[in-house]
């Protein structure tokens, strides 16, 4: 008598992970350092560092992965997903986000004095672009609760 061949392992379905998408930029749900400097004067230093650089809106907008439209909106301070692209910004500019926020007389926000907010700051300094963007996202998120 021949044994039966053994049951085959049960295959479990490939578990499905869903992109988590940021909610859109909202002044009143955002954080501080958002809320410092208004879209105008982020966008005027956008407008300078670009011009520095010799670059068009054009250039920007490829460099950034954006149309030209959303950097003429960037610098007129008609901004809308600036702040989600505020660090691919600073990167192609070979600036810092706190430079085009604060401009170049300020680092940090005048009121961070803090021992712990000054330490979210070095952090989020020290972290990659990829990995800044993940904690304004969990910080915007942590803002509303």
Known sequence: MTKPP???PRQSKPRV???VVPPPFDAATSFDLVSAASPAEIGERIRV???????????LAAAVGVSR???????TGRAGQITGN???IATVLET??????????QNAPPNTGRGDELAIIRLYRACTPEDRQI??????RLART
Not at 69 to 75: G, K
């Open 17 to 19: 992970v869903k992109p």
């Open 86 to 88: 505020l660090t691919r």
């Open 6 to 8: 053994p049951p085959k």
């Open 49 to 59: 560092a670009r011009n520095a650089r010799g670059w068009t809106q054009d250039q």
């Open 135 to 140: 904690l304004l996202r969990t910080a915007r």
């Open 69 to 75: 439209s959303a950097v003429a909106q960037w610098e």
């Open 96 to 105: 810092h986000v706190e430079q085009l926020m604060f401009g170049a007389d």
